[in-house]
């Protein structure tokens, strides 16, 4: 059974850098197609960043040019580094999994197109 577990959030101050970690346990990161949500508290989950292959990925509006996403199928993990951090990125964030089964990933932003999830990791940006 697959097993995501976020790690790295904290507290931040606006202008700042975090880079928050997700590992993957029960099958090999390279069978699956990955990304990244976030929650506030009173929003809907919404999609931050997904890959579609190593050096290509998908990204929301409100964080493009400022986050990015990357994989070590080595280690088992994603990662999402978030560059000049804003009041508004303020979130619970949360990894996803889906079967990479038709060998390729189509950067899919929307939850429904994720089965797996982490419990997720919280950051904070303070004004």
């Known amino acids: 059974q697959l097993r995501l577990v976020e790690s790295g959030g904290t507290s931040v101050e606006s202008g700042g850098s975090l880079e928050i970690s997700c590992e993957v346990f029960g099958a090999p990161l390279g069978r699956f197609c990955m990304g990244w949500f976030r929650q506030a508290p009173g929003k809907e989950r919404e999609g931050v960043a997904a890959l579609i292959r190593e050096n290509r990925a998908r990204f929301s509006e409100s964080v493009e040019g400022r986050f990015t996403i990357s994989q070590s199928n080595a280690k088992g993990s994603l990662y999402l580094r978030m560059n000049d951090l804003k009041p508004e990125d303020t979130a619970m964030y949360f990894c996803?999994?889906?079967?990479?089964?038709?060998?390729?990933?189509?950067?899919?932003?929307?939850?429904?197109?994720?089965?797996?999830w982490g419990q997720g990791t919280q950051v904070t940006v303070s004004s």
């Open positions: 996803a999994a889906a079967e990479n089964i038709r060998g390729s990933c189509s950067g899919s932003l929307r939850q429904y197109d994720y089965y797996d």
